[in-house]
Each structure stands twice: as structure tokens, then as C-alpha cells.
């Protein structure tokens, strides 16, 4: 079984677009029905991506030697519209029955050998092999590739407004990092994140996020639009890392903003982690001037002595209990108690992922100060964020007066 996947083919796509994409795969697909025989199946499995049976093979190197000469016959340039476009291919090759009994462990099997061959360059194939272990494979390529994205500015924030329940005016927003890859085009946190996290490379991916979003916030008010603050995301990772308060402290001053326009989100597990640490980090941060938020609060373990402790200016109130509250009784009297809860510690209450009039009205009911989610905005690209501080763009479901 081969798995053949085009290398760049997203870049061709999105610069010369899908008319011209469509055209390509039909060229591609083809060459490869020419370069087998008529017994073997071509088929395609869904994007670039392609699956060869060769059913009548004597041994495993007659598949090397079709590899060979399928990647030999796309090498060829293929005119498309007046263009001449050239692409090459990844191939992972799995065999029955040393790589497997049935047809999803041989799927699965050369498609991780597919990924292997991307890794070591592409343009090549690879022989499954007992060791690719698939997610020690992906998790090597996310984490080249993250280098890669770095090095290259291909990270980006989107930024998701957050609203005054009773006045509709907007409070701030919340930064989310999104990664424009040139083969597999918008990609978000939940692919990279915790990848990041493992391997260090959150603490950079950090940095840029804390300074693109100060400095953004810093051209939207020199613009002479009414900024608000904006909240980022702080991964365990960062926080607990030595440079950390230095690396906030240096980047306000880089950009010149006032601090209290930068609200950094941190989870209940990562302060209770090793709560006296937290604590006077959480304390330095106060005195720099920027504000604290609790994100996904009440999923977390918390100790409440501690909560009361920590100088923390915003609950949020996790997607889950807005989500369910309808169905689940209990989400109700939790939304309420953590409400009530910070209106007493006297923190701004934020619920998060709001998506229906019905939640709204709901939290509206007990008097939650704020919301965020889909309901009033997805997070937006910057320039569609500014069109909203200037007022010209219309929030589909602007919460009435
Ligand atoms: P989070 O901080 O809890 O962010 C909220 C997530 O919920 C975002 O997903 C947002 O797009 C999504 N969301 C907003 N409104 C709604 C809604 O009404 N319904 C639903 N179902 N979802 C809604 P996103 O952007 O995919 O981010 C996921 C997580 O990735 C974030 O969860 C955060 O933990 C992490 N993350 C995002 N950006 C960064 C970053 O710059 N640094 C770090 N360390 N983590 C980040
Ligand atoms: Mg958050
Ligand atoms: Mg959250």
C-alpha cells in the first residue's frame, strides 16, 4: 500500500487557487493511474493526498521500484492554465502482511511512513518500519516545523472581543494565537500548543505573543482608537520559567504601553501547582501595573484560601457550565456561586464561550458582568478587530442596551 501525499500543494492552491489546484490534482492523479498497472487501484483519499494498492506485488522492493517511478513521472512540470507547475511527493509504503492484517492498520501504518518521509526532507519514500512510532513522528514534525514558523513570522493573534453585558460596550478581548502554515494553511493552538509546551519552544512562541499583542495594542491607540486592554494566554511552561517576569517587564517598556492595557490569563492547576511560588510571582506582576486574569475557572483544583490570597482581578468562567447550563442543573448553581463569588472578592466576572440568546439571558439573569463567544463575535483577524473599536463594523449579534 502506498500513501502518496503532494509536498507544497496548499501553497499552489491558495497563490494560483482552486481552479488551478483542481486542474493539478486531475494531472497528478492521471500520471499515477498511467504509472501503474491496470490490476493495481489508484484512489484519491481526500485533499492531496492519494492511496495506491499494488495488489500483485512478488516482493516489498517492487514497491520501492514504483515509488520510483511515479515520483519520476510527476517530476515532469505539468502546464496548467499557462502555468508550469512542478511538484514532488512524500510516499510512505506499508506491506501486508509484515505491516499489518487489515486495511486500517495498513493505512495507518504508511501514512505514518509518509510522515517520516516529509520529515527527512520530502520528496522521497519510506518503508514503514516497527519504530515510527505516529506520534512520536508528528510530534517531530510540528516540532521543526514550529521552528520553522518562528523563524519565518508565520504566527498570528486573532482577537476575540469581550462585552459588557448590560451597556453592550466592548471590555477588552482576548489574543489566540493562530499559525499560518504555508502547506497546511490556518492552523490552531489545540495542533501546537501543548507540542510547544513539551519541547520548550513556548517560552519564544511567548515572547512574540506578549510583544505582537503590546505592541498592536500600542498602534491601535497611536491610531486614536479607543483601545481596550487585551488578555494573553500564559502557558505553565512560561510562567514558570526564570525569565518570565523580566520578559513581561522588558517588552512593556519596548513598546511603551501602559501596563494595565495587558491582562495575562493563567489557569487554576498552574498557580496551585506550587502556590507559594505563584503567589509572589503573581504579586510582581501586580506591581508592574498589569491585571490577572483566572482562565477556564472552575475546572481546575483550587484552594479558595489561596484564591483569596492571590491578587487576581478576573474570573473566567469556563465554556462548560455556560455551555450546559440549560441541561444540567448543577451548571446553574455553579455559574451563580462563582459569580457570586467574585462579585464578593470583588473581580470582574467574565463567562466564557457564550453562544445562544438563551445563555445570554441567562447570565444576564444573574447578573454576570461579562461575556465572550461566539454568540457576539468569533476572535476576529486585527484589522476586523480595529473596524470594531472604530464602531464601523457590525457585531453580528450586538447585545441590546
Ligand atoms: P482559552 O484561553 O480558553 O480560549 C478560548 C477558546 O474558546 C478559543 O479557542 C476561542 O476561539 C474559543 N471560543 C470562543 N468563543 C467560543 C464559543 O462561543 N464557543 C466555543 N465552542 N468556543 C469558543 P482557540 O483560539 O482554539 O484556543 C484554544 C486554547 O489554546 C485557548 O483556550 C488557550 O488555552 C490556548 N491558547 C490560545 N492562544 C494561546 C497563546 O497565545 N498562548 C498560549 N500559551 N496558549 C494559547
Ligand atoms: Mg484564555
Ligand atoms: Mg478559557
Known sequence: LLFLDLDNFKHINDSLGHAVGDQLLQSVANRLVAGVRVTDTVCRQGGDEFVILLSEIEQPQAAARVAKILRSELALPHLIDGHELHVSLSIGISVFPDDGSDVDMLMQNADTAMYHAKASGRDNYQFFKAEMNARA???????????????????????????DLESGEITGAEALIRWQDPEYGLVGPAQFISIAEECGLIVPIGQWVLREACSQIRAWLDAGLSAVPVAVNISAVEFRHEAFLGGV???????????HYLELELTENMLMHDAESSAT??????????????????????????????????????????????????????????????????????????????????LRERQCDEGQGFHFSHPLPAADFARLLAGTRD??????A
Do not use: C, W
Open 137 to 163: 513522528v508528528r510530534r517531530q514534525i510540528v516540532e521543526s516545523s514550529l521552528r520553522r514558523a518562528l523563524k519565518h513570522n508565520e504566527f498570528l493573534l486573532h482577537y476575540q472581543p469581550q462585552f
Open 249 to 259: 517587564a522588558k517588552i512593556l517598556r519596548e513598546t511603551g504601553l501602559a501596563p
Open 281 to 362: 510571582v503573581l504579586v510582581a506582576l501586580r506591581a508592574m501595573g498589569v491585571t490577572l486574569a483566572i482562565d477556564d475557572f472552575g475546572i481546575g483544583y483550587s484552594s479558595l484560601g489561596y484564591l483569596k490570597r492571590f491578587p487576581i482581578d478576573t474570573l473566567k468562567i469556563d465554556q462548560s457550565f455556560v455551555r450546559d447550563f440549560a441541561t444540567e442543573i448543577d451548571d446553574g448553581t455553579i455559574v451563580s456561586a462563582i459569580i457570586g463569588m467574585g462579585k464578593s472578592l470583588r473581580q470582574r466576572v467574565i463567562a466564557e464561550g457564550v453562544e445562544s440568546a438563551e445563555q445570554l439571558a441567562f
Open 395 to 400: 457585531i453580528a449579534h450586538a447585545v441590546p
